[in-house]
């Protein structure tokens, strides 16, 4: 039954240790979104796929990629972690762009430490 | 850039009280939606506005969206311990940023 699924649901990792965070959706939306969201903050939009199209903010350290390898999955890779990238990372998807105001579908979350 | 504020930032409340969040953009937007997060779990949809001026009522919530397309209101009639939790209003500016504002995180006593 569920939606929007993430893996792991809790990722520790060592200082500059790579790391890759996952997403797969069973809903068939177009759009899949990652968030970043440290304590008691909003989320934060990181970059987003319409089908193979990728959209990455303007804010967004280079330190963070994203793979769409089909519609159904996609990935969050951290290239060189640090202690300021510890935080809870969502996945969302949408049917739409977020320009129509299209829902978003958020998964449950994965949270990172890094040591 | 876009900006986003909402105030206030935490809002303590008597079961059976009114509460109200305000939501405020820096640029005009084409839409604005809200997401309600309970402590420890993730945003969760509420609704969307589009339309100047727009006014949606889901139960004991009521949505506004301004006339100029740059704020919006999210109220809710006697609350209850099941409301708790944050809320965030999210704003989209023709595409160009899709913005969440700080939330407004609520506590209702019972």
């Known amino acids: 039954d569920a939606m929007v699924i993430q893996n792991p649901r809790y990722q520790v990792t060592q200082f500059g240790k790579p790391v890759t965070l996952s997403c797969s959706q069973t809903?068939?939306?177009?759009?899949m979104y990652w968030y970043q969201q440290k304590s008691s903050q909003a989320p934060k939009l990181l970059f987003h796929?319409?089908?193979?199209?990728?959209?990455n903010e303007a804010d967004t350290p280079d330190n963070f990629q994203s793979r769409r390898p089909n519609t159904s999955f996609c990935f969050l890779d951290i290239r060189s972690p640090g202690l300021g990238d510890a935080a809870m990372y969502l996945c969302?998807?949408?049917?739409?762009?977020?320009?129509?105001?299209?829902?978003?579908?958020f998964g449950p979350g994965t949270r990172l430490t890094v040591l | 850039g876009q900006q986003v504020m909402q105030i206030p930032q935490y809002q303590h409340v008597q079961e059976g009280e009114d509460f109200t969040t305000y939501c405020n953009s820096s640029?005009?937007?084409?839409?604005i939606q809200w997401y309600k997060q309970r402590p420890g779990g993730h945003p969760v949809f509420l609704i969307q506005?589009?339309?100047?001026?727009e006014v949606k009522k889901q139960k004991r919530l009521t949505f506004q969206f301004g006339e100029a397309k740059k704020n919006s209101s999210l109220h809710i009639t006697a609350t209850q311990t099941t409301d708790v939790g944050t809320y965030f209003c999210?704003?989209?500016?023709?595409?160009?940023?899709?913005?969440f504002g700080p939330g407004t995180r609520l506590s209702v006593l019972p």
């Open positions: 999210a704003g989209d500016n023709y595409g160009q940023n899709f913005v």
């Open positions: 809903l068939n939306h177009n759009v």
């Open positions: 506005l589009v339309k100047s001026g």
């Open positions: 796929y319409y089908d193979k199209d990728f959209n």
């Open positions: 640029t005009t937007l084409s839409n």
């Open positions: 969302a998807t949408s049917r739409d762009h977020h320009r129509t105001g299209d829902e978003q579908f």
